[in-house]
């Protein structure tokens, strides 16, 4: 029997072939969920999607767009919120 919290689906099931020719099955991690917009909830483009230990030697720009609220903010909104700014 395996442990409890692996019964649950928190972790996802792999199956691993071993050196010795058995087929294990490993619990891994599941993948952080998708950024979205703070504004409008849309999904946001080229932001980067993995656990935090990978996330850790994944260089800064490759975990989101070099631009002003980049990672925070969907193309659209970025676009409104800027034009918002220039008007006050
Ligand atoms: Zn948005």
Same mark, same amino acid.
């Given at each position: 029997?395996?442990?409890?919290? /692996?019964?649950? #689906?928190?972790?996802? #099931?792999? /199956?691993?072939?071993?050196? =010795? =020719?058995?087929?294990?099955?490993? *619990?891994?991690? %599941?993948?952080?969920?998708?950024?979205?917009?703070?504004?409008?909830?849309?999904?946001? /483009? =080229?932001?980067?999607? !993995?656990?935090?230990?990978?996330?850790?030697?994944?260089?800064?720009?490759?975990?989101?767009? !070099? %631009?002003? *609220?980049? =990672?925070?903010?969907?193309? /659209?909104?970025? #676009? +409104? +919120?800027?034009?918002?700014? !220039? %008007?006050?």
């Amino acid at each position: 029997m395996v442990e409890g919290r /692996k019964k649950s #689906r928190t972790f996802r #099931r792999v /199956k691993v072939k071993t050196p =010795g =020719g058995k087929t294990v099955t490993q *619990y891994k991690r %599941r993948k952080p969920s998708k950024a979205k917009c703070a504004d409008c909830k849309a999904v946001l /483009k =080229g932001v980067t999607r !993995a656990l935090p230990k990978k996330m850790q030697n994944t260089p800064k720009t490759k975990k989101r767009p !070099a %631009r002003a *609220y980049a =990672g925070v903010l969907c193309t /659209k909104c970025t #676009r +409104k +919120k800027i034009t918002q700014k !220039a %008007r006050q």
